[in-house]
């Protein structure tokens, strides 16, 4: 008899070895996620059919844990700059996948288009009240509007989470240093006087 349990895991199993797979070698094909995940072909296509279909249930994942992490982070309690840091803890907490979810937003899903539009909207209303806060306590620029603050920040973690700097920093710090550069930007601060 067939354990129950195991078709709910088996997909689960999966998708968390696409993500590190795919997070690794962009070019990897089916063939080689299933090897990874130690099923064959036949099964990782029962529960996903196609390539596109694996990359939406990764999108999915890693949209619902991120806005999961929003949704804990009590952005709305805390200082702009530190709302700042909590967002950048949840993309890393779901870096591997938000990578590999990113890499292949950029090409050509003709059938998720509507699905990427809901899914954002959800996530980006907090963010976007994030963005608004800070400019309107003065924190944040004006000059820019709320999207071009959003894209930039978004384009600094999009780049440390490519070049790996969480792996390098760990998350605690990438948190504080990505946050220092989006806020004070990539000039040599002075450093005090010894004594």
């Keep these: 008899m067939i354990d129950p349990t195991r078709?709910?895991?088996?997909?689960a199993a999966i998708l968390a070895t696409a993500t590190r797979v795919l997070a690794e070698r962009p070019d990897a094909s089916t063939g080689d996620i299933a090897a990874a995940a130690g099923v064959g072909r036949a099964t990782l296509y029962?529960?996903?059919?196609t390539r596109e279909a694996l990359l939406?249930?990764?999108e999915a994942q890693a949209h619902e844990e991120l806005a999961a992490r929003i949704t804990?982070?009590?952005?709305?309690?805390?200082?702009?700059?530190?709302?700042?840091?909590r967002l950048l803890r949840a993309f890393l907490a779901v870096g591997d996948c938000y990578i590999v979810v990113v890499r292949e937003h950029g090409k050509d899903h003709h059938g998720m288009a509507q699905h990427h539009?809901?899914?954002d909207a959800e996530l980006m209303a907090p963010i976007r009240a994030v963005f608004q806060r800070g400019v309107d306590d003065g924190v944040l620029r004006d000059d820019?509007?709320?999207?071009?603050l959003m894209e930039l920040f978004g384009g600094i973690v999009l780049?440390?989470?490519?070049?790996?700097?969480?792996?390098t920093l760990g998350v605690e710090e990438t948190a504080a240093t990505v946050v220092s550069y989006f806020l004070d930007g990539a000039r040599r601060r002075e450093q005090p006087p010894a004594g």
Excluded: C, H, N, Q
């Design 46 to 49: 029962r529960y996903f059919p």
């Design 72 to 85: 804990d982070a009590g952005l709305d309690r805390v200082p702009v700059p530190e709302a700042l840091e």
């Design 117 to 119: 539009k809901e899914m």
């Design 159 to 167: 780049a440390s989470l490519k070049v790996g700097v969480p792996r």
């Design 56 to 58: 939406e249930a990764l």
């Design 7 to 11: 078709r709910l895991r088996t997909p």
């Design 144 to 148: 820019l509007g709320i999207d071009a």
